[in-house]
């Protein structure tokens, strides 16, 4: 929240201790901080970004280990599979995003793993590696971490650098319309998030920005 501030953002008060609204020009940016039942266990957080009433993406951070290692929590991904699947099945009733209408019932039974190719990717790992230059970070969807991990807890690094998308690259594609799930209304966001921190013991940072 500070970093936001310095980046010319102003504090609105009067939101509550776990929500902090910025203004900006014509935009209004929402932070709100969601966390499990016993905050001294959180070992990470996860990421939501939305644009209101179009967009959602989910996002999850893994770092490479000491041993170039990245190590994945198999129960976690389960969850992230399985949000994904309600997003995108409760999206077929808000279907608020233009591109994301064309969704049909064929895509929601598709296995998961083929959803790559469908506009519905709402779960992403961001993975900060380090190579010989210094730190490289990547976003991948769910079903390319599934594919690469196999029935292993962890692999090497090697499997993942250099490809996956690149910040500027995921944000484009975000933008677009390219990924990322059609948005759903904010109570049934509130309870998939809540569930999944109290399941995961994660703190979720849920940004959320709309145009005024």
Known sequence: CEKIKKEGWFEKEGEGVFIKTFDKDDYLLKVGFIHARKGEDITGADL????????????????????????????????????????????????????????????????????????????????????????EKRFFHISEIYFVLGDKKSVSQKEFLKQGLKEDEFHEMFWKCKIGGPDIIEDMKKNILFFYSLYTCRLIIWLHIEEK
Not at 64 to 86: A, P, S, T
Not at 87 to 98: K, Q, V, W
Request: charged share 25%; net charge positive; hydrophobic share 40%.
């Open 48 to 135: 939501v970004f939305e644009v209101k009433d179009r967009k959602i993406i989910f996002i999850q951070a893994k770092k490479v280990g000491l041993d170039r290692r990245i190590h994945f929590n198999r129960f976690q991904l389960q969850k992230l599979i399985q949000l994904e699947e309600e997003i995108c099945a409760r999206s077929l009733f808000y279907p608020n995003c233009n591109k994301c209408k064309k969704l049909s019932t064929l895509y929601l039974y598709c296995h998961f793993y083929r959803s790559i190719t469908l506009p519905c990717r709402t779960a992403f790992y961001y993975l900060i590696m380090e190579n010989q230059s210094g730190i």
